[in-house]
């Protein structure tokens, strides 16, 4: 199974970036914007950066390794890397990909919400190890997440 990343990104206001998605057929949930690992992927800091870049049209810097998760999922184990990052711009004529492009896979509305503990209790955050993990950490996300400058398509190359 493809391993996955996933992003949790910061605003210039503090505020955490999720996705509000309305799936035909499902309950409403919350997600980190991220996806699957895909071969012409050199490293996962550039499969997060491809992944925010089609899914917000958002270019991020203060790239920050914060946890690895593993769970049972579709008969095998999901593995999703978890990484802190700070929003440099956000365009959302950049969007592009399957999952916009396909009106099968729902609406992906994105939300920003204060930094609280509640904001994520209080919604079906999925995966729920990510979730645990956002509850447990929330507030201390700000000090977490390194700050930078953004990230040029070439480095780590």
Known sequence: MRPSVRGVLLDHDERLMLF??????RQIYWSVPGGHVEPED???????HRELLEELGATVSGVTPLITVSYPWQGGIKTQHVYGCRLVGLDPALRHGPELDDPARGRYEVVRLPLRSSEITSRHVVPEPVADYLSANISALPGLIRRGGPRSPTDGR
Do not use: I, N, Q, S
């Open 20 to 25: 509000r998605r309305t799936v035909p057929g």
């Open 42 to 48: 050199a490293t996962l800091e550039d499969t997060l």
